[in-house]
């Protein structure tokens, strides 16, 4: 492999709290008697250069008494690039899927050796996050949603990412993506509710502000199922609060509705509860279907019908990266990741 | 404001898909007719030289151009730190809560002009996950749990942080303390339950792996609570399934407990679905108390008494935060911050 040596400036020392200057490879190189040289060998794990046991540990014991630690920026000026695989970290509260989803894409690239960072750019978004991403020379970038331009693309691949991968609906040029078309989720609701017998279909869009994401393409997907057909849909806004449940079940018979798709398990817990207090009879009168598949949803009477989401494994979308990584000329993959089931309970 | 000007390597070419080079600064200055301080000048936002406008256009709209971004790297190299604020990662799947709390806490520091960058430390604990940090060249870094030892405080603050918060349940010598004692959440717990009569208490214990570090604390402040009553506790490991449950459920009369603390809202709503099925009266034969005050435990019937826990706001945070990185100086702080009081619903 071959190894470039570049002289990395001094920088100048912050205040600290002790007054001490922050220390540096030249204080890690006098106190074990060696060239700068040596300390960057010895600490970067170079193999083109062969060093003594005894050498290695006398740098290693002066770093560690120094508390000297090499500067990952520097490591990355002389690299070209890091190991580092930046996700920016999602602006809205997650659900229990995509924080399960994260641990273990995490855990996976871990074991790849690379870094998982991910980046909070609040009220910055798009080709303009790009940018910002860009200042910490990841060499991949994995992007959920759909804020992602090509020029962010080239953004992040001229400041030296070797892959960028989208998540989410569409594609953008230059990027690999990973389909997540969230439209599946609400086609396979709709089919089923249909195959039941539902004939006057509600959809809940939650009134929280970040889920259009997903909220809008599952809506899309209903009406696509059912297009076509004799059946109809009614749009339910709904926000995630009693208050506001009670208000829809309060007028619930006024719209007619046979069966109504909640969004996911969540608003289905909450809209279930509030038709059941005001009387209305599920599945007799109204089916319900969540999604998500929560384990709380298998605890309500009647138990709760949902749509099962089957998001890539952490696994395969690590080993996805790492080969787009080493591999950086290879023309973008496209792949569809995300699998819509229905789980047939009770409640429908 | 002084202003360092140190020459920054122009870093290698990494492969690149187009064959092209990263753009450097010394490209901007070329196609801008300026010299290459004046782009950093210019790029950085610096106050302490007058450009004229004319100019800074040129440079921004070269830069835009060539699509060359500064590096973070060379710029903290130059600041001698970052305006970065590090959080470790989880490590487990986070739930809606501490979501809740990070996507506070993200939006209030990107007000205040920083970035929140988390890190995945997959496999590296404490002293040793505090040197990989550090090469970040954080300003400040924010670690929750329990990990984080006086080593590892000196090792970031040597290598520039100027904070260092732990959010835990103690207090690490350098580091400001953020105290969350969830032995708080039990203790609330007991004396509620035991006020309403249970003197057989149980305590769920999740069997999955990286709750301890609150399930611990939770039953410690159980036993704390009853010390010295007539009150005895009964540890009850429990997996979360269904099957899990209803096996403990059908044991559940020879255990002959009349109260339950069941670790959190989830926790509660599985063992109450499970109690009910097998014919055993919430609270008539036993009382019931989750935590967390989910929204879910108000849908169930009888609703779920809980423990509403209180996290600092995310705003409160940041400006501990901004506060300790403007004046590193400054004994370290040490704040109580986890409230805990009870809710009493129908299920105690």
């Keep these: 492999m071959p190894y470039v040596m570049v002289q990395i400036p001094r920088s100048p020392a912050p205040a600290s709290p002790s007054g001490s200057s922050v220390p540096t490879s ?5 106190l074990a008697g060696v060239s700068r040289a040596t300390v960057s060998y010895v600490l970067n794990n170079t193999s083109a250069v062969r060093i003594s046991e005894p050498t290695r540990r006398r740098v290693h014991e002066a770093a560690k008494e120094l508390g000297y630690v090499p500067h990952a920026a520097a490591r990355s000026l002389r690299a ?3 190991r580092m695989v930046l996700m920016p970290a999602p602006t809205i509260p997650v659900g229990p899927l995509y924080s399960q989803f994260l641990s273990e894409l995490q855990g996976a690239l871990g074991r790849l050796d690379y870094t998982v960072v991910q980046y909070g750019t609040a009220g910055v978004h798009g080709d303009e996050a790009a940018r910002a991403w860009a200042e910490l020379r990841p ?3 994995l ?11 080239a953004v992040l691949k001229r400041s030296g990412a070797r892959a960028v991968v989208t998540l989410g609906p569409g594609t953008v ?6 389909l997540m078309d969230h439209a599946a989720v609400g086609r396979a609701a709709a089919a089923h509710l249909y195959a039941r017998g539902g004939r006057r279909i509600g959809v809940v869009v939650p009134e929280e502000p970040g889920l259009e994401v997903f909220s809008r393409p599952r809506l899309h997907g209903v009406r696509h199922a059912l297009r076509g057909t004799d059946a109809t849909v009614t749009e339910l806004p709904l926000a995630y609060d ?14 007619g509705l046979d069966a109504v798709f909640a969004y996911n398990d969540e608003y289905a817990m909450l809209l279930m509860r509030a038709l059941k207090d005001d009387g209305v009879r599920v599945p007799g009168e109204t089916a319900v279907i969540g999604a998500d598949d929560l384990m709380l949803g298998r605890l309500l009477r009647p138990r709760l019908s949902t749509v099962h989401i089957e998001l ?5 979308l690590a080993e996805l990266v790492d080969r787009a990584v080493r591999n950086p000329t290879a023309p973008p993959e496209r792949r569809e990741v995300l699998g819509a089931s229905v789980v047939a309970r009770d409640s429908t």
């Design 173 to 178: 040029d230059g990027a690999h993506a990973l």
């Design 242 to 255: 009693e208050e506001a449940a009670a208000r829809l079940a309060g007028r619930w018979r006024s719209l």
């Design 312 to 316: 890539p494994s952490g696994r395969d």
């Design 80 to 82: 070209g690039h890091s």
């Design 26 to 30: 030249a204080d890690v190189a006098r």
């Design 139 to 141: 060499v991949a970038v």
């Design 143 to 153: 992007v959920p949603g759909s804020g992602l331009g090509p020029q962010g693309v």
